[in-house]
């Protein structure tokens, strides 16, 4: 028998000291960040925003039969200015070793008067990365605890309106994606990074909707595409990556387009990091989690969105 435990030390839940197991701790599930797998990421983010360089030709083709070019109609090259603006946060926790000694925990504490280490503290360490993972994918979407534009707010306030959104089942599901699909620029339907971002209420209604009317092969490995080395779901028949993301979860809204357009900044190399230290005087273990990172997205005309 397991007890559930919050690292915070949240000690309602258990009872007085028996013979449970208290070295097979078991990490709460958590959905960690997902967009930065296909996004175009920029490390080393320092201040609250950065700027990011694109640069574009538009070339005029003229006749290569005849001597000299008119220089006045070669075209052009555009160089625009993506900004990234960043979000900065911290969680600090205390956790005191001498709270449970009355639980079973107590078995995993050390022999000392002094708890300088926390029980399971790998576990611990790791629960709060993966924490802050999905607080980041939250916000690179939403943007509301940071004070940001997410990529939704982007996206709503210069792409294209497919419509309204409609929530998936079984029976429409294909059909929806289908339908903000065909709505994508033509500048961009022959590009390799195209996805399609939604909930995982309608992640979950679309693939129920494939195993109910297709007996394809529905699951192939993105690494050809570039898009991720993990096993991705495409739209059939397509290069379309279908990808369910928290950052969508109760938001009514389905977003299209280049995955490369979405420009995210990290601060350090991955945007988080963890810091566990003993505090002698207060004989707590003191805990830091920190997140920087930042998002843009580079020519939003070539997304479609259903909101």
Not at 61 to 72: F, K, S, V, Y
Not at 161 to 174: E, F, L, P, Q, R
Not at 238 to 248: H, K, R
Not at 292 to 297: E, I, N, Q, T, Y
Request: with cysteine.
């Amino acid at each position: 028998m397991k007890k559930k435990l919050n690292f915070s030390y949240d000690l309602s839940a258990l009872s007085a000291f028996s013979l449970e197991r208290a070295d097979e701790m078991l990490l709460n599930s958590v959905l960690g960040a997902t967009t930065p797998r296909y996004a175009k990421i920029y490390p080393g983010m320092k201040g609250t925003s950065m700027k990011i360089g694109v640069m574009a030709n538009d070339p005029t083709w003229q006749n290569g039969l005849t001597c000299g070019l008119d220089p006045a109609s070669g075209g052009t090259t555009d160089i625009t200015q993506v900004e990234i603006v960043g979000c900065y946060k911290s969680a600090r926790l205390n956790n005191c070793g001498n709270e449970l000694r009355n639980y079973f925990l107590s078995q995993a504490l050390s022999n000392s008067l002094y708890q300088e280490t926390i029980p399971f503290e790998e576990l611990f360490v790791q629960d709060l990365g993966n924490r802050a993972a999905d607080f980041m994918e939250t916000e690179l979407w939403q943007g509301t605890s940071c004070g940001i534009n997410g990529i939704l707010d982007l996206v709503q306030a210069g792409g294209n309106d497919g419509g309204t959104y409609t929530a998936m089942t079984v029976t429409n599901a294909i059909d929806v994606i289908n339908a903000v699909v065909l709505q994508l620029p033509a500048r961009v339907q022959r590009r390799t990074d195209l996805a399609v971002f939604l909930s995982f209420a309608d992640y979950r209604a679309f693939i129920a909707a494939l195993s109910k009317t297709s007996s394809m092969n529905l699951f192939t490995l993105g690494d050809e595409s570039g898009l991720s080395t993990e096993t991705t779901v495409f739209l059939p028949g397509s290069n379309i990556a279908v990808i369910p993301t928290q950052g969508l979860d109760a938001q009514s809204a389905i977003v299209a387009g280049p995955t490369q357009d979405i420009l995210i900044g990290l601060a350090a190399d991955d945007g988080m990091a963890v810091r566990v230290q003993y505090d002698f005087f207060n004989d707590t273990v003191a805990s830091i989690t920190k997140v920087g990172f930042g998002v843009g997205v580079h020519e939003v005309n070539n997304f479609v969105f259903l909101d």
